[in-house]
T-cell receptor, first 113, second 113 residues
Framework: AQSVSQHNHHVILSEAASLELGCNYS??????LFWYVQYPGQHLQLLLK??????LVKGIKGFEAEFIKSKFSFNLRKPSVQWSDTAEYFC???????????FGGGTRLMVKP | EAQVTQNPRYLITVTGKKLTVTCSQN?????MSWYRQDPGLGLRQIYY???????DKGDVPEGYKVSRKEKRNFPLILESPSPNQTSLYFC????????????FGPGTRLTVL
């Protein structure tokens, strides 16, 4: 069965610090990878996604993620975080058949002003 | 405006009292899903539906029922709620499950006493 691991459950950073959130998955086939964000009091929304091609994917609000196939990883990065990035971040893995989507446990990020 | 709506947003009930959480989408999406979000466990899929009258179990279906009589609606039914079903519930819709962006509803916070 597929699984998704997000190793950092809680991260606290100061504004302007760099961010990297880990995501590793376990699945035997071709995968599609997603990062979703949930701002306080809001519903989840898509941050970025990777299907194929350039393994470095750029998303909204300055976020990017790199797919490293050999490491089964899809880490999320941002060079300089802002207070408004305080949120919970979820990595998700889907299959090409379009009938499976598994989420990780989430990482709660707090950015101190 | 493309959206997924859920009702109610908040619900407090007692053990054994049947309840229904409604979900509706206006994007003509084939797929709809229900998730529950619990601290440290991320989002776990309860049920999903690929089309009208076609549903399948997700990772944690016990204690839940769903139906898909119309394409736009996907209600979640708890026939006999128990305290371990206290959680935050999200409905989502997408064109396909593992390959397309999920559009999430605002969430329903359920407390079962």
């Amino acid at each position: 069965a597929q699984s998704v691991s997000q190793h950092n459950h809680h991260v606290i950073l100061s504004e302007a610090a760099s961010l990297e959130l880990g995501c590793n998955y376990s699945y035997g086939g071709t995968v599609n990878l997603f990062w979703y964000v949930q701002y306080p009091g809001q519903h989840l929304q898509l941050l970025l996604k990777y299907f194929s091609g350039d393994p470095l994917v750029k998303g909204i609000k300055g976020f990017e993620a790199e797919f490293i196939k050999s490491k089964f990883s899809f880490n999320l990065r941002k060079p300089s975080v802002q207070w408004s990035d305080t949120a919970e971040y979820f990595c998700a893995v889907g299959n090409n058949a379009g009938n499976m989507l598994t989420f990780g446990g989430g990482t709660r990020l707090m950015v101190k002003p | 405006e493309a959206q997924v709506t859920q009702n109610p947003r908040y619900l407090i009930t007692v053990t054994g009292k049947k309840l229904t959480v409604t979900c509706s989408q206006n994007m003509n999406h084939e797929y709809m899903s229900w998730y529950r979000q619990d601290p440290g466990l991320g989002l776990r899929q309860i049920y999903y539906s690929m089309n009208v009258e076609v549903t399948d179990k997700g990772d944690v279906p016990e204690g839940y029922k769903v139906s898909r009589k119309e394409k736009r609606n996907f209600p979640l039914i708890l026939e006999s709620p128990s305290p371990n079903q206290t959680s935050l519930y999200f409905c989502a819709s997408s064109a396909r499950l593992g390959t397309d962006t999920q559009y999430f509803g605002p969430g329903t916070r359920l407390t079962v006493l």
